[in-house]
């Protein structure tokens, strides 16, 4: 069955750096747009940035433009996602999804498969 699994989260200071891996099976990541999403307590779901396999265009909120860098490597069948300046904002869960077409959408109903999460806690 279609699978993914968030890792890489943890406990980092404000300025640290965090490396998201998101590993997918059954399907490849390369024929879907693939996104990450997050959700600290209280708060809506928000996509952060998502890679689409048209020209592997990759798209970020504002609030994470030059701080995120999103990646795909489709022999590993994983999406990376790269946070650096971290800020105690970021803290939330962090969630991949896949698209359900080759695009991507901030909207999270455009994601059909979700991975169970990896929490990102930045504090000293």
């Known amino acids: 069955q279609v699978q993914l699994v968030e890792s890489g989260g943890e406990l980092v200071q404000p300025g640290g750096s965090l490396r998201l891996a998101c590993t997918a099976s059954v399907f490849a990541v390369g024929y879907y747009g693939i996104a990450w999403f997050r959700q600290a307590p209280g708060q809506e779901r928000e996509g952060v940035s998502c890679?689409?396999?048209?020209?592997?265009?990759?798209f970020y909120v504002d609030s994470v433009e030059g701080r995120f860098t999103i990646d795909r490597d489709n022999i590993k069948n994983m999406v990376y996602l790269q946070i650096d300046s971290l800020k105690p904002e970021d803290t939330a869960v962090y969630y991949c999804?896949?698209?359900?077409?080759?695009?991507?959408?901030?909207?999270?109903?455009?994601?059909?498969?979700w991975g169970q999460g990896t929490q990102v806690t930045v504090s000293s």
């Open positions: 890679i689409s396999t048209t020209d592997g265009r990759r």
């Open positions: 999804a896949r698209n359900r077409d080759n695009g991507c959408s901030g909207d999270y109903l455009s994601y059909d498969y």
